[in-house]
């Protein structure tokens, strides 16, 4: 029989009777053999089974990578008068152990870790134990920008000691947005733009502009530039490799829905982004600031994932979720929601005083958990009726988030002295409308007033106070 030359090489080798030449491993001859036999013993062409082990160098076979995107965790948030710390530590449990048992590769975290830019003890405590568990849960990298509701300053004062437990944490623009993310064997699989919540100051410099439209249209072409910039930087930094790029973003792009929770007015342009301006070269889009999930134009690869509670009770009938991307060479992100599970039970009875103590006490019967917001909708005030209320889920496992007058706000905005309503029961803008009356201030006047009372509520609470 007569053998290929190469052959006939190998045999006088292993015969002694020539020197033996060292050769280079043909590590992609290697790698298709084995995505072969994958893909007759496993249905998915061993899609599963790559994400699940990787193998030391010199051949790579891990080309796949599993994200799991979240976003407003809100942490440290109360409804109404109760503590939810344990409801907060029963999702990031939750959470650990989805990334575990989903092998997930590397988490992105897109803004609102915190409900404050002054979270309380528990709220950080519940956030650096989960990092120090996430560490150990097989996730090799993790990416956390900061939100509307965070201080940058916080979000950034532990990255240089989260860095060297692969996790990266942004809290303020140009500072460490560009990020590699490696496998074990130090190769490159994906590049994240980690862009934390812009503020106008970060990207525009505002200036004379004839009208608002005007300048709205300057203000989305400063944010389109700065994800332009970042997208050339991480072409830049994949060379000859072309690897996923996935963005973050917190802002409101048009067209998203809103619930109750999210303030509706928007300073400047920052709150109502074209949908249109985000680099066609981000393959896949991690966004945060609306707590609904949703896709954004219909696109499974820029999306919300919403947050993972409800965050008051106009989220209650919300279902929420985490969304797991899946990426493999030559194929469009696979997106697909994880439910979250209720932690919580959040009901609101509402109605005259009569129906809410039948309702009350139909709950109190029933013996299970529930967080109770009580609204009073009838023509007059019924004192005591809070009282009652307590009264009858006394012992039981229902718990009274806040109860409401509305016949006392109501007197209240017309004007009357209503001594038993608590500011707590009112918003800053019907606190300022009351104002505003007793003043007789209508009009532009009024309009004008209304606006920058909104401008400083927000600039309140964008307010970094470490800064």
């Known amino acids: ?182 496998d074990a064997d130090e190769a490159l699989q994906a590049v994240v733009l980690a862009v934390p919540y812009l503020r106008e100051r970060d990207v525009f410099r505002a200036g004379d502009y004839r009208s608002e439209e005007v300048r709205n249209k300057a203000l989305a072409l400063a944010i389109a530039g700065h994800y332009e910039r970042l997208v050339e930087q991480a072409l830049t930094l994949m060379k000859n490799e072309r690897v996923p790029i996935i963005a973050t973003g917190h802002l409101f792009v048009s067209g998203g829905v809103l619930d109750d929770s999210v303030r509706k007015l928007y300073i400047g342009y920052l709150g109502n982004i074209p949908a249109d301006i985000f680099p066609r070269q981000i393959d896949y889009l991690a966004l945060g600031h609306l707590h609904r999930p949703q896709l954004v134009g219909g696109d499974p690869a820029r999306a919300y994932s919403g947050s993972p509670l409800p965050l008051d009770f106009s989220e209650a009938e919300t279902e929420k979720s985490v969304r797991i991307v899946d990426f493999e060479p030559g194929k469009p992100p696979a997106v697909r929601p994880v439910p979250v599970p209720a932690f919580e039970r959040l009901e609101t009875v509402s109605g005259t005083g009569a129906q809410i103590l039948a309702r009350i006490a139909e709950l109190a019967a029933a013996g299970e958990p529930v967080i109770v917001r009580v609204i009073h909708r009838g023509e007059s005030p019924e004192p005591g009726l809070a009282e009652q209320v307590r009264s009858i889920v006394e012992g039981s496992p229902v718990l009274i988030a806040e109860t409401r007058d509305e016949s006392l706000v109501r007197a209240y905005l017309e004007g009357k002295d209503v001594h038993s309503l608590s500011v707590g029961e009112l918003t800053p803008e019907q606190v300022l409308s009351r104002r505003l009356d007793s003043e007789g201030i209508q009009g532009d006047e009024r309009a004008e007033l209304e606006k920058r009372f909104e401008i400083a509520l927000q600039a309140l609470q964008n307010k970094d106070p470490l800064q």
């Open 1 to 182: 029989m007569r053998l290929p030359c190469g052959s006939v090489r190998r045999v006088q080798e292993l015969e002694g009777r020539v020197p033996a030449v060292r050769r280079k491993p043909d590590h992609q001859r290697t790698r298709q053999a084995f995505r072969t036999q994958l893909d007759s013993l496993f249905p998915d062409g061993g899609a599963a089974f790559r994400r699940r082990f990787s193998f030391s160098s010199p051949a790579r076979f891990l080309d796949t990578m599993r994200v799991l995107h979240t976003s407003d965790w809100h942490l440290g948030k109360d409804i109404g008068s109760l503590d939810r710390t344990e409801t907060f530590g029963k999702f990031l449990r939750w959470l650990l152990e989805t990334i575990r048992t989903e092998h997930v590769d590397t988490l992105i975290v897109s803004g609102d870790v915190f409900d404050t830019t002054t979270p309380s003890h528990r709220a950080q405590s519940l956030y650096y134990s989960f990092l120090a568990q996430l560490s150990e849960s097989g996730c090799r990298n993790a990416v956390i920008t900061a939100g509307n509701h965070d201080s940058p300053s916080l979000i950034n004062a532990p990255s240089d000691l989260l860095s060297h437990m692969g996790i990266h944490a942004v809290g303020t623009v140009g500072e460490n947005e560009l990020i590699a993310v490696r």
